[in-house]
């Protein structure tokens, strides 16, 4: 029997809400990117303040003062007071936030909580990528994720083909994979001449960075879907129309982060 083709709506249905999300997120997040200092530190506290929400969320914590006012400040506070006071006081910081996931969570305590403190450490790094390389950097990484994520979405959808890792993310297919690689790769080269122009000047092609970044975003898309199957949770939350939770929207962005210092550590001293 013909297997009937999914209907055009079932496909596209939500990239109308899709769009609009993402554009009233670019218009907030590029405004405080720009700014920089206090204000992107305060944008990245706020998205730090709902991941952890999610997190605790996804563990099955009882909805109360607690989990829904205490544990989003407290998460938001650290990330803030970490950027501030450094290391090791700010891990710290964030280690009593990721420690108050674990309390608070039913299920998957441990898994969770650190989950929680690798998403504020990532926080944490796209305010060291603004704050030492600029903001043509920090937009390239962002860029690069957005290409990974966009170029993934179209081409999954039209060109479908075998699933990347069907147990843990049944939507995610080769295709798509390999597509947002190919939209990160172009994206660095389009850029490698503009930021080195303006004094960039890094111990690895900007292009395969661009590659690894990529890859590590689409890991850090795969984490959060596990958890998530897990925890039989379809969205980490329904925060951000027509994303799902703010973990499902920046669940890239923080595998990108999380690799950025090291891969240029590593590639240093390769170099």
Known sequence: MTKTAEPTAGKWGDLRLRLIS??????????????GG??????????SAGMVWEAARLGGALS???????LPIAGGAAVGAGAWIGVPVGFALLGLVA?????LAAHLKHRLAFYAFFCMIAALALYGIRDMFGILVLVWVIGVVIASDVMGYFAGRVFGGPKFWPKVSPKKT???TVAGW???ALLGWVLNAKLLAGGLDLPISLVLFSV?????AQMGDIVESALKRKAGIKDSSSLIPGHGGVLDRFDGM???ALVFFPVLFVAGLMG
């Open 254 to 256: 923080i595998g990108a």
């Open 212 to 216: 690894i970044l990529a890859f590590a």
């Open 22 to 35: 993402a554009a009233v997120m670019a218009v907030v997040a590029g405004i405080d990117i720009w700014l």
């Open 182 to 184: 190919g939209g990160a």
């Open 38 to 47: 206090p204000w992107f530190l305060a944008l990245l506290a706020l998205i």
């Open 174 to 176: 080769w295709s798509g």
């Open 64 to 70: 109360g003062p607690l989990r829904d006012v205490a």
């Open 99 to 103: 420690g108050a996931v674990w309390a």
